[in-house]
């Protein structure tokens, strides 16, 4: 079973310029999360999305960030425009959701996008 | 409100000897589920372990155990006979019950980083 694919795998940009990253979940997972890592930190939940609704966004800084999963499959967060603070590996999970995989509902993350910003 | 505690920043021991992460948990819900992440220096967030809060029976799985107390809020994590491979930051985290409302969501700690010397 193909496990969540994201990319880029890094990325360097320029303070204020904006950049996008990309994530496929495992197949059949209905919920995706996308997670902020800053170094020496655990992950931190910036949206939650159940098929192609969100779920929770209330840690995603808004004036800058946005998320979208349009078909319930395929997710994109965009920064825009990026500040030196949003370095961090970004990280995308994916879980079956309410009603499959029982009550544990664990999640699986893919490897992450490294972001720097200059 | 959810909160994970891992007091332990790092953890250096020398190949074959036992290490024990301490995890300690705040949460006011009564059905709540834990787990353990390992984080290898490719990036990507790998499940280990798992327990609900029903379950406090502690067991072994190949080198890993743990010791889930109820009374002292404490799910700590043992790897024994610890290898070079074991060398990662280890995550705690937390996820409230399904009939809460954050079902699903994950509050982490801030990680140990375990060091293994040949």
């Known amino acids: ?118 | 409100a959810q909160k994970v505690t891992q007091a332990q920043t790092e953890i250096s021991v020398v190949e074959k000897e036992d290490v024990t992460l301490d995890c300690v948990y705040e949460t006011r819900d009564t059905t709540y589920y834990l787990f353990w992440y390992k984080q290898p220096p490719s990036g990507e967030l790998v499940f280990l372990i798992r327990r609900n809060s029903f379950d406090e029976q502690n067991e072994i799985s190949g080198r890993y155990s743990w010791n889930f107390q109820k009374s002292t809020s404490s799910f700590n994590f043992t790897i024994t006979a610890s290898q070079v491979v074991d060398s990662a930051v280890y995550f705690c985290a937390l996820s409230e019950g399904p009939l809460s409302g954050s079902w699903g969501k994950f509050q982490f700690g801030a990680g140990t980083q375990v060091v293994v010397t040949p």
């Not at chain 1, 999305?49 to 808004?62: A, H, M």
Request: charged share 20%.
């Open chain 1, 1 to 118: 079973e193909a496990g969540v694919a994201q990319s880029p795998r890094y990325k360097i940009i320029e303070k204020r310029q904006s950049v996008a990253f990309w994530c496929n979940p495992i197949s059949g997972h209905a919920t995706l999360y996308w997670y902020q890592q800053i170094l020496g930190q655990g992950p931190k939940l910036l949206i939650q999305f159940q098929n192609n609704g969100v779920v929770d966004d209330s840690q995603l800084p808004k004036d800058r960030f946005s998320a979208e999963r349009l078909k319930g499959v395929d997710s994109t967060l965009k920064i825009q425009p990026a500040k030196l603070e949003d370095s961090a590996v970004y990280l995308c999970a994916s879980s079956m959701g309410p009603g499959g995989g029982g009550s544990y509902n664990e999640q699986f993350f893919g490897p992450g996008t490294r972001l720097t910003v200059l």
